[in-house]
Nanobody, 114 residues
Framework: QVQLVESGGGLVQAGGSLRLSCAAS????????MGWYRQAAGKQRELVAS???????NYADSVKGRFTISTNNAKNTVSLQMNSLKPEDTAVYYC????????WGQGTQVTVSS
């Protein structure tokens, strides 16, 4: 009933930038938190950044100062601006929305070449 559609992934060289976006559609009720996770090959999924409906943000130490999470006024879109990308940022990135349920995007590949 709720679908999250991601866009913005791709290939970039180290030091470059990408902006990921995730838009929710369908039967949408207010989300409490929104975030981005990533999973690199052979590694556990990890939280990259999150934002609450009250605009409180949280970042993984590995991306703090380089990535910025934001949402629109309607709180149905979450974006991740990624600057100064490193090869270790290479992963599949998933957006996540939460209220009383949890919803996931389909994942978008980000590849950073050295």
């Amino acid at each position: 009933q709720v679908q999250l559609v991601e866009s913005g992934g791709g290939l970039v060289q180290a030091g470059g930038s990408l902006r990921l976006s995730c838009a929710a559609s369908g039967m949408i009720f207010r989300f409490n938190t929104m975030g981005w996770y990533r999973q690199a090959a052979g590694k556990q999924r990890e939280l990259v950044a999150s934002i609450t409906s009250g605009e409180s943000t949280n970042y993984a130490d590995s991306v703090k100062g380089r990535f910025t999470i934001s949402t629109n006024n309607a709180k149905n879109t979450v974006s991740l601006q990624m600057n100064s990308l490193k090869p270790e940022d290479t992963a599949v990135y998933y957006c996540n929305f939460r209220n009383f349920r949890e919803y996931w995007g389909q994942g978008t590949q980000v590849t950073v070449s050295s």
